[in-house]
């Protein structure tokens, strides 16, 4: 198992552009979330999904999206790029709530200049 | 509103002592709690949980403790092994809430 993936792993972006942050799990689990990761600070719930089709904001959800057509993948998707938005991405799955530990990908470095 | 806070962003223990991470939190509705370890350039990892119904649990040299009343969960560590050095994140749970909430991290570093 790869566990979770994280696509790219590096990224420079220039304000007002767009992109997508690839998240994809092989462990057939349910639940799926995005982070962010500002310096000095805890992760940052940015939106999750219950399951394929359902999505659901998290704490900070302004200026990003997502989808969720199949189990696997959760691509987080970047509208109009903001320096606000400079921060490490990380995206998580669980096989169900509550008490379920959460697994990490690696993480995405994005830079908006 | 910071409902899960780590108020030590560092900490630095000799190699071979007890490590003690804490952690308090506000919402007295958080029914499970947990630790995550993280290295730089990798995602966190999951170390060790406990219920709210329990008051310690354990796991070879990590130890979570729960104070229910003082809303407050420290992290034991012992002996401390230079490999512990890494940020250790705590995260609580509200029951049928589907999200985590993090703390902001402690940075432990621990000296040969």
């Known amino acids: 198992n790869a566990g979770v993936t994280q696509t790219p792993k590096f990224r420079i972006l220039k304000i007002g552009q767009s992109m997508t942050l690839q998240c994809t799990q092989d462990?057939?689990?349910?639940?799926m979330y995005w982070y962010r990761q500002d310096p000095g600070m805890g992760l940052k719930l940015i939106y999750y999904?219950?399951?394929?089709?359902?999505?659901d904001k998290g704490e900070v959800p302004n200026g990003y999206n997502v989808s969720r057509s199949t189990t696997e993948d959760f691509p987080l998707r970047l509208e109009l790029a903001a320096p606000s938005q400079t921060s490490v991405y990380f995206c998580?799955?669980?096989?169900?709530?509550?008490?379920?530990?959460?697994?990490f990908g690696p993480g995405t470095r994005l830079t908006v200049t | 509103d910071q409902q899960v806070k780590q108020n030590s962003p560092s900490l630095s223990v000799q190699e071979g002592r007890i490590s003690i991470l804490n952690c308090d939190y506000t919402?007295?509705?958080?029914?499970?709690f947990l630790w995550y370890k993280k290295y730089p350039a990798e995602g966190p990892t999951f170390l060790i949980s406990?219920?709210?119904?329990?008051d310690k649990n354990e796991d070879g040299r990590f130890t979570v403790f729960l104070n229910k009343s003082a809303k407050h969960l420290s992290l034991h560590i012992v002996p401390s092994q230079p490999g512990d050095s890494a940020v250790y994140f705590c995260?609580?749970?509200?029951?049928?809430?589907?999200?985590?909430?993090f703390g902001q991290g402690t940075r432990l570093t621990i000296n040969p």
């Open positions: 998580a799955s669980s096989y169900s709530t509550d008490s379920d530990e959460q697994y």
């Open positions: 462990m057939n689990h349910n639940y």
């Open positions: 999904s219950v399951g394929a089709g359902i999505t």
């Open positions: 919402n007295s509705m958080f029914d499970y």
């Open positions: 406990i219920s709210s119904i329990k």
């Open positions: 995260a609580a749970i509200l029951q049928g809430a589907q999200k985590l909430v």
